[in-house]
């Protein structure tokens, strides 16, 4: 399967984004999908993993009650909404697929996204 996130951009401290994972080649819902993403000068982390199904999704605590993650298998889209971004959660964002139960373990995941560039200004 192949994933194209998009949705980044550049916006202020305090809005939000959706960003979003197109899947192509493949059936989404076959995939637990997540949502990693790499700071400047940091390691690549995760931020939201959501299952199969969508019944279950998982987040880091860095994150947790600002971001959302869902999924539309119809669509085989997934997406990451994000708000009351703060100028930390400036990044490259990425999306990867796996048949696994969901993880935040970048590792576990098969396929990725090319990334999509979130930039928060203070």
């Known amino acids: 399967v192949q994933l194209q996130a998009s949705g980044g951009g550049l916006v202020q401290a305090g809005g939000s984004l959706r960003l979003s994972c197109a899947a192509s080649?493949?059936?989404?819902?076959?995939?637990?999908t997540a949502w990693f993403r790499r700071a400047p000068g940091k390691e690549r982390e995760g931020v939201a993993c959501?299952?199969?199904?969508?019944?279950?999704?998982y987040y880091d605590e860095s994150v947790e009650g600002r971001f959302t993650i869902s999924r539309d298998n119809a669509k085989n889209t997934a997406y990451l909404q994000i708000n009351s971004l703060e100028p930390e959660d400036t990044a490259v964002y990425y999306c990867?697929?796996?048949?696994?139960?969901?993880?935040?373990?970048?590792?576990?995941?098969?396929?990725w996204g090319q990334g999509t560039l979130v930039t928060v200004s203070s």
């Open positions: 080649g493949g059936t989404l819902r076959d995939y637990a």
């Open positions: 959501i299952s199969r199904s969508g019944e279950n999704t």
């Open positions: 990867a697929a796996g048949k696994i139960v969901a993880s935040l373990v970048a590792g576990a995941y098969d396929f």
